[in-house]
């Protein structure tokens, strides 16, 4: 039976290694440079929230995280060849991204609870590991890392990991606690995209 944490970071794994390779095609690398990005994007958010808590990255531990990635990136280059290339502001990479937040904020809170982080220090971890890849990727396409300019995308993850951990805090079996992480991530996230959610700036 796969507990919460495999199934999240497996359902992270996936669909952030296919968002990671769909912006990698839209940015036209190759087919090695789209590998490259997806497995990053994929595998980055995971690495920082084991070297936060102090473990060697699960990533590095077992060839079931590669394996995923890699099974990601496939995933998004058959896409991309269903779409005839043409991803640029296409709805699956999003949607993909939208999950890959969703769940890797999951995986993040649901370690920080297990290494008996503070409150703090479980929204920190849900929000780092949601948006390390991903900005990872970014500075690698020579992009300003989308979480510093758009104002929803680390938001989500921080209201998912307080949400864990107010859960957690009335004895929520740890399971639906996950589920509802990512749910409200996800949520939030898709809501945020949908209606063009941002908060103010100064200046």
Known sequence: MVDAFGAMNAVGLLAFAAAGALKGVDADLDLFGVTVLGTLTALGGGIVRDALVGRIPVALRTTTD??????GVVIAVVLAWLLGGRVRGHPVVALSDA????AFAATGALVGIDADLSAFGVVVLAALTGVGGGSLADVLLGRVPAVLHEDFYATPAVVGGAAFWIATRFDVATGSATLGCAVVVFALRVLALRGDWRLPTIG
């Open 99 to 102: 999950v890959g937040l969703a």
């Open 66 to 71: 590669v394996g995923l990635a890699f099974a």
